[in-house]
């Protein structure tokens, strides 16, 4: 086979593969759980004056795939998030229905505040590739949200 074939075979299958994901549709699901923790002595490590950065500045989530924030706090005591009271070994699953742009107090994060977007899902097939792509690349930065030891 030419070298010439054996390139327009791979710029067909290139073609094809980017096709396929900026126009098929995006798989519907009950839910894509995101999670987080906060482990225990973080409480005690912010108050020594230690900057604790265990959760993100921002937590990107996307509303039409059904993202769901969990937090668990595995800290010997109570955290805050938003509205919510986090107990020693309490987890708390957050749905989001509207897509913004959220700020939640939050005293398991070095700054007090933690803000969430929520992203539409997107809607043209441009839009959904380069959703996708985004996906994978933070897949691979990004293998846990659990802080490592």
Known sequence: M???VGLLILAI?????????????????ESREQPFVI???????RMSGDRVDILPQQIRLTLGINDVLLLENQ?????????????PGQS????????SEYQFACTAH????????VDPLPASPWGRLRWRALQLAA???NKSHE???
Request: hydrophobic residues 45%; aromatic residues 12%; charged residues 15%.
């Open 13 to 29: 299958g290139f073609a094809v593969v980017v096709s396929w994901a900026a126009l098929a549709p995006l798989p519907a699901r």
């Open 39 to 45: 482990p225990e002595g973080t409480w005690q490590r």
């Open 139 to 141: 897949s691979f930065g």
């Open 2 to 4: 030419s070298p010439r």
């Open 92 to 99: 708390f699953r957050l749905p989001f229905e509207v897509a």
């Open 147 to 149: 802080p490592s030891e």
């Open 110 to 117: 070095s700054s007090g505040q933690m803000t969430i977007i």
């Open 75 to 87: 800290d010997t005591v109570p955290q805050t998030f938003g509205p919510a009271l986090l107990m």
